[in-house]
């Protein structure tokens, strides 16, 4: 199975600051990932598919990019509504693995 | 709106079976795969399984291969994880999920409140 190595698995930041996560994987696959977020008790939220195409109804301060096995969730100005945990996920091949995850609190 | 409503979690013995359902509405249900993921206690999130729109594609994660099987009955818009020899490690939240594109299998876009599992004697 594909693993996915993400980081940093915890992050401090505040209210306007620009984060960047990161997810490698163990094996090329192409641009076939995708980024959620999910704050405590609730279901996860796509953000990003594709490696950098944003979701419908996603805000603009959220973009991803990479392809192969390096990419990267970039959260620009962070809104306090941000502060959640975020994982990957590859669907290149079975079975689809998730990133670890990364919480982000705030400073 | 889509929603997704899983029902059939509970507590449930070692070695013992489980039904999860997944009542979908407010899209075509028919032309989406759709998804199992579960999150252990405080965990991060496991895909578990995928099942194809037309059914005749299931593929598992290696840790519950041979013991959970996914379903789904179209005419009746309901997705299924039938879950045996269950074990203290299957415990977890269990979510549906929708994949975003129809008639094929990638990533997941909408997911379900999740149903939580307990395994324990």
């Known amino acids: 199975a594909i693993q996915m190595t993400q980081s940093p698995s915890s992050l401090s930041a505040s209210v306007g600051d620009r984060v960047t996560i990161t997810c490698r994987a163990s094996q090329d696959i192409r641009d076939d990932l995708a980024w959620y977020q999910q704050k405590p008790g609730r279901a996860p939220r796509l953000l990003i598919y594709s490696a950098s195409s944003l979701q419908s109804g996603v805000p603009s301060r959220f973009s991803g990019s990479g392809s192969g096995t390096d990419f990267t969730l970039t959260i620009n100005s962070l809104q306090p509504e941000d502060f959640a945990t975020y994982s990957c996920?590859?669907?290149?091949?079975?079975?689809?693995?998730f990133g670890q995850g990364t919480k982000l609190e705030i400073k | 709106q889509v929603q997704l409503l899983e029902s059939g979690g509970g507590v449930v013995q070692p070695g013992r079976s489980l039904r999860l359902s997944c009542a979908a509405s407010?899209?075509?249900?028919?032309?989406?795969?759709m998804h199992w993921v579960r999150q252990a206690p405080g965990k991060g999130l496991e895909w578990v399984a995928v099942?194809?729109?037309?059914?005749?594609?299931?593929?598992?994660a290696d840790s519950v291969k041979g013991r959970f099987t996914v379903s789904r009955d179209n005419s009746k818009n309901t997705l299924y994880l039938q879950m045996n020899s269950l074990r203290a490690e299957d415990t977890a939240v269990y979510y549906c999920?929708?994949?975003?594109?129809?008639f094929g299998i990638g990533e997941i876009d909408f997911w379900g409140q999740g149903t939580p599992v307990t395994v324990s004697s």
């Open positions: 099942i194809s729109y037309d059914g005749n594609k299931k593929y598992y």
């Open positions: 999920a929708k994949d975003r594109a129809s």
């Open positions: 996920l590859q669907d290149n091949s079975y079975p689809y693995t």
């Open positions: 407010g899209f075509t249900f028919s032309i989406y795969a």
